[in-house]
C-alpha cells in the first residue's frame, strides 16, 4: 500500500533529502511538496510539486490524496520583522494542524530550532507546545545549524566556528542535514 505523505515547505535542502531518505526507507511512497514555486527540486516519479502560499491560512484548490499518511512542517526560519517572522513560522504549523484535522495521518512532523535569535528559538518553542496539543503524534528535531547538501548561504560560513564550540558547548555544534533527516524519520515512524 503506498504512502502518501505531504511535505510543507519541502522544496528546500532539508525537504529534498528527507525525500531521498524516505524513499531509501520505503520505495512506495508519494509526495505532495506543497511551496511557493511549486518545483520540488526532484524529477523522480511520484513527487508532485504544487504552488502554495503557505503564509496564507488557507490551502484554497489544492488536491491531496483522499488518504494522507504523514504531515511535515518543513516552513521556518528567522527573520527581522518579528511580526513577519511569526507568519512565515506559525501559518504553515496551524495549516499542518488543519490538515492533520482533516486526514488523520499516522503522524505529523516538525524542525524546531535551539539556534538563532532568541525570539526566533521562542517561537519555534511555541510552536511547538501548540501542535502536540493535536490529536495527532508529533515528532520533533530541533537542530542548530543544519549544513551540507549543498547548502550554501550566509549561515554556513559559521559552520567551522561552530564546531570549535561545539566541541566545549555541544548545545551549538552544527547538525549535518542527514543526520537532521535520519533523526526526524526515526521519530515520524516510530509514531
Known sequence: MTTNIVLLGGS????????????????????????????????????????????????????????????????????????????????????????????????????GGKLGPKPFVRLKREIIKELQTASTPLAVVEPTLVYGAGRHDQMTRYVPLLRVIGAVVPQVRPVKVDRVVASLLTELMAK
Open 12 to 111: 528546500g535542502y532539508i525537504g529534498r533529502q528527507l525525500v531521498q531518505a524516505w524513499r531509501q526507507r520505503n520505495t512506495d511512497t508519494e509526495f505532495w511538496i506543497l511551496s511557493r514555486s511549486g518545483d520540488s527540486g526532484l524529477a523522480l516519479a511520484g513527487v508532485h510539486g504544487l504552488a502554495v502560499d503557505l503564509t496564507q491560512s488557507q490551502l484554497g484548490n489544492v488536491t491531496l490524496p483522499a488518504q494522507v499518511d504523514y504531515i511535515v512542517d518543513l516552513v521556518g526560519g528567522p527573520l527581522a520583522d518579528s511580526q513577519e517572522m511569526a507568519k512565515f513560522n506559525r501559518v504553515p504549523a496551524q495549516l499542518m494542524m488543519a490538515l492533520a484535522e482533516k486526514y488523520q495521518p499516522r503522524a505529523m512532523g516538525f524542525i
